[in-house]
């Protein structure tokens, strides 16, 4: 796999903190936003109205379309998409004063995170409430809201969310043949095990990547 060795590119009107790290080849469209301490992978692309919470880590060569809104201490391993709108949240119990009718302050909140693992999707304008993870190559569908972890390969949908099929590293719906699910796009081979999907030797070595 060859890595995009140009540097990475704001648009000027994106507001990138001086210690935010950004890889090659990296792209960071129009009023993104990449808060100090986020680390942010190579070859990604930031849409336009993107948020990066502060220390947020996002692998290599990931999505973020217009709007979408990942909050600390958020984790994106590589070839994750976020839909436009999408929004990873971080407080358990959000309010915007104390009981005393105080406005709270930042040493009020214990932030949790969204962990999505490799190549996982989030569909537009769905709410992961944190904390929860999704597994590698998992797509919650738009709309959604995640309140529990979605397996590897699961295709989750609804409010809240719930399994309705799985796919494929490819992105389409698995289809049921024999005992296993076969990817329609590449045949790639997987079986159910222990309420999860688990992707065959011989079928992974044909997904796509992310």
Same mark, same amino acid.
């Given at each position: 796999?060859?890595?995009? $060795? ?5 648009? $000027? ?10 890889? #090659? ?14 680390? +942010? ?9 993107? /948020?990066?919470? =502060?220390?947020?880590? =996002? ?7 217009? &709007?979408?809104?990942? /909050? ?5 391993? %590589? ?7 999408? +929004? ?7 309010? *915007? =004063? ?15 995170? @969204? ?6 999707? !989030?569909?537009?304008?769905? @709410?992961? =409430?944190?904390? +929860?993870?999704?597994?590698?190559? $998992?797509?919650? #569908?738009?709309?959604? +809201?995640?309140?529990? %972890?979605?397996?590897?390969? #699961?295709? @989750?949908?609804?409010?809240? *969310?719930?399994? !309705? ?10 289809? #049921? ?10 045949? *790639? ?13 011989? &079928? *992974? ?6």
């Amino acid at each position: 796999m060859t890595v995009d $060795a140009r540097p990475a590119t704001v648009e $000027a009107s994106a507001d990138v903190a001086p210690d935010a790290v950004l890889g #090659a080849g990296t792209r960071v469209w129009h009023l993104a936003q990449v808060n100090p301490g986020a680390h +942010v992978g190579a070859e990604c692309v930031l849409g336009r109205g993107a /948020y990066v919470g =502060v220390g947020v880590r =996002v692998g290599d060569r990931c999505k973020l379309q217009n &709007g979408a809104m990942v /909050y600390a201490p958020a984790v994106l391993e %590589d070839g994750v998409f976020v839909g436009p709108g999408a +929004v990873l949240t971080n407080d358990q119990h959000p309010r *915007a =004063v104390r009981p005393d009718g105080e406005l709270k302050s930042g040493a009020d909140w214990d932030p949790v995170g @969204v962990v999505v693992r490799s190549g996982a999707s !989030i569909g537009a304008m769905a @709410v992961c =409430v944190a904390p +929860v993870e999704v597994g590698r190559w $998992a797509m919650v #569908a738009a709309g959604a +809201v995640v309140t529990r %972890d979605v397996p590897d390969h #699961a295709l @989750v949908a609804g409010v809240p *969310a719930r399994r !309705i099929g799985w796919v494929g590293a490819a992105g389409s719906r698995l289809v #049921a043949e024999g005992g296993l699910w076969r990817c329609p796009d590449t045949g *790639a081979l997987h079986r159910e095990v222990d309420g999860g999907l688990q992707a065959l030797t011989d &079928g *992974a070595a044909s997904e796509a990547r992310p």
